[in-house]
Every structure is written in structure tokens, then in C-alpha cells.
């Protein structure tokens, strides 16, 4: 792959145009580009296909013609990709899609900027895909796509088991004794193992039982959510409830806007129950091996005390971002200090520490959580910024982030069109083009929020604008951090509530505390690490061994296309929060079972 050429956001100065709303027929441009674009389709006439392309435009493919995710900049590459991939696809029967939400529509973000967005389904050889097109206009009166976002939805021939596709089998017997049956795996061979039965491993459990794949969840706790219910006890989910529903059976309309762990982890538990998902619950996966000439897997695992062998095709591991090893630094004079060192995952109340001094170390999310937590418990406790922090407020910032001026509908709202589409909409803008338009985006949300950070920064917190000064979302793809959703703890920071050391690092220990850099001494009872989590990988090459994990490549951080670089894929890993879990899994689910009916062809990387 060849660098990211510089993308320019296509206004109406750039493109040489001007544009009165009122003479544009949305619905008029859409049918006339779609239908020029599906004849040139049908001929597999690449340069005609391009005609209805801005030359500087995307075409971002979510696994619909690449089997693969894959982001094409400008006419000389997707020319490639058309020449290559266009005959092989067989693309047919493009349908332009006029549901409420879906529908074309003029939009106009800024003043300067205005597209046609518009929705169509498709066929290809081996599935259903749909596609999210931008159109802008041009000095020859004409609309081209600037943004194309194809995203396979389903298998030809397979689709999932739903709706008028659900089991009608009326069971004899018991419901309890069918269900232990299924779930001992004594009479049939999973053909997906999955490590780990947290949302991400549930949810794609889910998808792949129905679409008729054999899933087994091994999952070392007792319970289901456990993972939750250890963390500390005020965690919260930060994330709306809009945007983190799961897949086929999302919250119901009581559940909070702000989900607390501990009522995840019971959800959890009832999801699994409610979709007859498998799981061997305190089970460990003891030793796995891929026997190449089987092409399977021979996995021994420990259920209960007793051990089983297994003969999957196919293992996902869904052990998560904490499936990692935690960070904690490791300094100088370390082993003198008489205090106590802990890592974030092992903090669970600020009860615990009543008339100590605490030190924590980061300030991005759970940086912000326990030290809330230990101000609310009151102790003395001082955050130690090392970088800067995006802030956003959950009140104006948030829903300005997922507001209407890119999509028509609010994304992940009360009265937005639902996750699914949510997911599409979100997606639909290469890498690229996002971090144009949200760098326009992020100045509206720190003017939102402007008189929180000057406050933050009045006292000498470090509130960042991102990434290319792109906000938060950069960040979480190639950090998985580095932000903060204000739900209160940034005014006790402000006010000096809560203590703050900034710009600094920790040089050395003391026995009572510890050195800054610049020489600033603290003295400290306890010193948590909120530093995140490093490498799964490390985790995974114990059980798989350093020769196959070394295979798998970086799971996150993007590639010179702006697409991430490992997860969701055949042959990565699988960590996400709920909502990525949620869209993510369906193309995972999708690959394998594409692999088992043989419709899978290998990925084009070209």
C-alpha cells in the first residue's frame, strides 16, 4: 500500500460552483447518478464507472468487494481496484433506497459545503451489500460521487436466522435439557470457538448462531459480566444508551441514557440467556494448535476441572482491550517506597483508601473516574496529567458530535434512525474525509465547551483539540484513548478539588511518594495507575505461541489508507466497546460464514 494522497474538503470555492438550494431536486440527481452508474456497472466499462467519480474521490469498502476494509483515494486507485475487482464482483441490480432515513437528500453541513446523500442496495456473486454515496456538484452541472461506502449485509443464500427466517421447530421435551445438550457440544464439533463471553465475544456468538455456524463461548469466569462487576463499583458507561446497543436485541426504553456496570454485566448474563448462546462458563482455554493438514484446530480446554478436547476451524479471541497487560510504569527506587502501587483494574471503591494521599497517574477517562471516585469518598487525591486531554461534555459536546449537519438524522439519539443505520452513516465517511469535516466539528464543540476548558486550563490541565485537531475519535483508533467525556469530575479538577500535576513525569520513587521531572516532590500512601492496557498480543502468545501471534500483526493504530489495522478481520483479533462489537460483528460473523458454505475468496490487498 502506497501513503494516504492529502485529501481537500470538496466546498463549493474549491469545486469553482454555486449552489441555490431551492432549484435541487435530490431525489431528481440521485435516480439520474445512479442510474448512469448502473449502466456503467453492467458494461464493466471501468472509465465509464469513473465518470460518475470526482477525480480527488473515496470508495471505502467495508468487505462488500474486497472481502477486506479498504479505503481507495482518487481516480488512479480506484481505477486499480475497479480494473481488478469490477468483472469479479458481478455488481447487479442496484436499488435506490427511499425509506424515511434513507431516502436522497440535499444536505448542507456548512455554508460552503453541500452534497447529495443518497442509499442503494446491490448484489454480487456471493452477497448483499448496501452503499452510502455523497454527491457533489461540479462547473459542468453535473454530480459526482465523492464519497462511496460499500458494506456487505448479507451472504446470497444464507441469510440469518430472523424474522420469517426463525426456528419453527416445536420442541418436545424439555427446554432446560435441549439447551444443556446443545451447550455440552458432546454430539457435534463447534466450528467457532471464542475466548472470552464479554459483549464482544456475546455479540458475535450471537450472530454466527444465527446464521447457522456452531458457536462455543469459553469464558474463565463464573458468572457472565463478572468482567463488569470487578471493576470499580462507581464506573458508568459514558457512551449513551443509543449507541450501545447490542446486536438483535437492543435496551429497552427504561434503561438509562448512562449504564451502570454493574446492570451491564447482569444484562450481559440475560442476553446470553435470551439468545441461547453456548457458553462453558470457569473454563480456560489450556493449550491450542492448528493442525494445517485438518485445517482445524485442536484446543484443550480445562471446564470445570475437566478436561475436553476440541476440533474447531475457526477461533476468535474476544478477550478485550483489559484482556492485556496492564501498564504500570516501571521507575527507580520503586521497591523502597512504602505505599501501595495498583494498576486502575484492581481499584474498586475510594472507601478503601479514607485518610491516605493518592496519586493518580493519567487523566483520560478512568484517570477521571477514580479520581472522582476518591474525591467522593474523601480522600486526598491529585491527578498527574502527562499529556494532553480531549474534554468533551456529555450535555454539548456529545450531541454536537453525532449531530445531524453530516447525516440528516442524529446518529445515536432518541429519535435517531437506530444503530444500524447509525453504524452505515458513521462509517460512510472515509478516514480521511472525517478527520476534514471534524476538524470543523471539534471548534464547535470547544466553543460549546468553552467555558469548561478555560477553566481546565486556568489551573493548568492540558485540554487538547485531538489528534490533527480532529477531536476524540483519532484518538480511540489509534491510541484507544486519550479523551474524556465530561460527566462532572472536569469542575473538581477546576475548582482544585481535585489536586493536579501537569506536564510532568514520574522520575523516581521515594519511600514516601515520589520526584517529578522537574524535581516537584509529592508524598503519596497510594499511587493507581489509569495507563490503559498494552499489547493483547502478549496475552494471546501464551496460549498460541509467539510464531502465531506474530502473524496477526498490530491490532490497532490505522494504515496509510486510514483504515485499522488488524481487528475484525480473519486472522486478527476481536476487542471493541459495545457499539463497534455491535456493527463489527456482523462482518465477522459474515466472513466465517462464508468460509463454511464456500463463498470466501481471499482479501484483496492490492
Known sequence: MTTRPEAILPTLDVLGVSLDPSTIDAKKIAQGWLQGFANAISGANVDDVLGFIATD??????????????????????RTFLTDRLAFNKISNLQLSEKPTEAPVLLR?????????????????????????????????????????????????????????????????TWTSIRKAATDFK???????????????????????????????????????????????????????????????????????????????????????????????????????????????????????????????????????????????SLPDQDIFKGTIIHSSAFKTGRDFVGKKVLVVGACTSGHDVSADLHAAGVDVTMLQRNSTFVMSTDKGVPIFYKARLTIVDMYTEDGPGPDRGDRLFD???????????????????SADKDIIDALEKVGFRVSAGINNAGFWPGVLQRGGGFYHNTGTSALIASGAIKLVSGKEIRKYTETGVVFTDGQTINCDVVVYATGFGDFRVELAKLFGKEVTDKLGPMWGLNEEGEVNGVWRIKSGYPANLALSRFHSGHMALQIKAMEVGLYSEPYLK
Open 57 to 78: 474521490g473515496f470508495w471505502r469498502d467495508f468487505f462488500a468487494l474486497t472481502w477486506e476494509m479498504r479505503t481507495f483515494h482518487g481516480h488512479h486507485r480506484i
Open 109 to 173: 453541513p456548512y455554508e460552503d459545503l453541500a452534497w447529495v446523500q443518497l442509499t442503494f442496495t446491490f448484489n454480487t456473486a456471493f452477497g448483499i451489500a448496501s452503499a452510502i454515496v455523497r454527491l457533489i456538484p461540479s462547473k459542468d452541472d453535473e454530480w459526482r460521487a465523492y464519497s462511496i461506502f460499500t458494506n456487505l449485509e448479507e451472504l446470497q443464500g444464507h441469510p440469518p436466522k430472523l424474522g420469517p427466517h426463525r426456528d419453527a421447530t416445536h420442541f418436545s421435551g
Open 187 to 329: 454430539d457435534e464439533e463447534p466450528a467457532v470457538v471464542i475466548i472470552g463471553a464479554g459483549q464482544t465475544g456475546l455479540g458475535l456468538a450471537a450472530r454466527l448462531k444465527y446464521l447457522g455456524v456452531p458457536t462455543l463461548l469459553i469464558e474463565k469466569e463464573p458468572r457472565i459480566g463478572n468482567q463488569w462487576r470487578g471493576r470499580y463499583e462507581s464506573l458508568c458507561l459514558h457512551d449513551t444508551v443509543w449507541y450501545d446497543h447490542m446486536p438483535y436485541i437492543p435496551f429497552p426504553s427504561t434503561w438509562p441514557v448512562y449504564t451502570p456496570s454493574e446492570k451491564l454485566a447482569d444484562w450481559l448474563e440475560s442476553y446470553a440467556i435470551s439468545l441461547d448462546l453456548d457458553v462453558w462458563l470457569s473454563s480456560n482455554v489450556l493449550a491450542a494448535d492448528w493442525i494445517d493438514e485438518k485445517k482445524q484446530w485442536t484446543i484443550k480446554v480445562s471446564r470445570s476441572g475437566e478436561e475436553r478436547i476440541l476440533h474447531p476451524r475457526h477461533v476468535i479471541s474476544a478477550i478485550g482491550l483489559a484482556g492485556g497487560v496492564p501498564n504500570i510504569l
Open 428 to 446: 460512510s465517511y472515509p478516514f480521511a474525509f472525517f478527520e476534514l469535516m471534524h476538524q470543523r466539528i471539534t471548534k464547535d464543540i470547544r
